[in-house]
């Protein structure tokens, strides 16, 4: 089982399930687990009956809600392991970075805007992380500025991270941000209106993700959802 962890503090719930839907589509069994203080999952993600922890299907996808450690969802469930192929969790600060014991990760991303709160309250998070860890920057922003990306260098020059050298860059508009708005409304997550250079992170994410699996198949599911 794989262990991805999406470390900041911009919103990145819709983000983890997107790319969670691409992997379901390819035949991949995933669960989200939302570790967030606000738990925002719990406001786009219907579920029947919610309480204060649980775990609820939406897309084919399993979505965990309230938990504090993976132990506790796999008593939950009776078991993770053999249930689940990939575990992509959402983490906004340093307590759930530990309880979720991220430093075993397949794969870590910093996930951040380049507002003062998403970037500085996310440096914040992994400034106490132990031991050296690998990450790869997931940056929304309007246009690609590379001084952006600079500046964010800057700042975490003294924490234990060594970054990927390519970094992932989504859009942050209007009409992406509209089309999400739309697919929360009715609870379906559709790619369609999506613009060009947003799906295209979703694939690059995704074939990170499962390397093993041919780019080929990655773009071919996308187009069906």
């Known amino acids: 089982m794989k262990k ?3 470390i900041g ?4 719930t819709d983000l983890i399930v997107y790319v969670a839907k691409i992997l379901t589509e390819i035949g991949k069994r995933v669960l989200v687990v939302d570790t967030t203080v606000l738990q925002k999952a719990k406001y786009i993600v219907p579920a029947i009956a919610p309480t204060k922890f649980y775990v609820t299907e939406y897309e084919k996808i399993d979505i965990a809600i309230g938990f504090e450690d993976l132990e506790s969802i796999e008593q939950y469930l009776g078991g993770i392991e053999t249930n689940y192929d990939i575990v992509l969790i959402d983490i906004d600060s340093p307590e759930m970075f530990d309880s979720f014991n991220m430093v075993n990760s397949d794969r870590l991303y910093f996930v951040t805007a380049f507002d003062n709160y998403s970037l500085k309250r996310g440096i ?4 106490n992380m132990r031991p050296r860890l690998r990450m790869t920057k997931i940056l929304f922003e309007r246009d690609i500025i590379q001084e952006n990306e600079a500046y964010l260098n800057l700042l975490s020059i003294t924490f234990p991270i060594d970054w990927e050298r390519d970094s992932l860059y989504f859009p942050y508009d209007q009409g992406d941000l509209t089309a999400i708005i739309e697919n929360q409304r009715v609870a379906k997550v559709k790619f369609k209106n999506l613009s060009d250079q947003y799906r295209d992170s979703l694939s690059m994410l995704a074939q990170e993700i499962v ?3 041919r780019a080929g198949i990655v773009r071919k599911v996308m187009k069906n959802i």
């Not at 503090?9 to 990145?12: G, L």
């Open 124 to 127: 914040e998070i992994i400034g």
């Open 211 to 213: 390397p093993e699996t």
């Open 4 to 6: 991805v962890g999406f």
């Open 9 to 12: 503090a911009f919103e990145k």
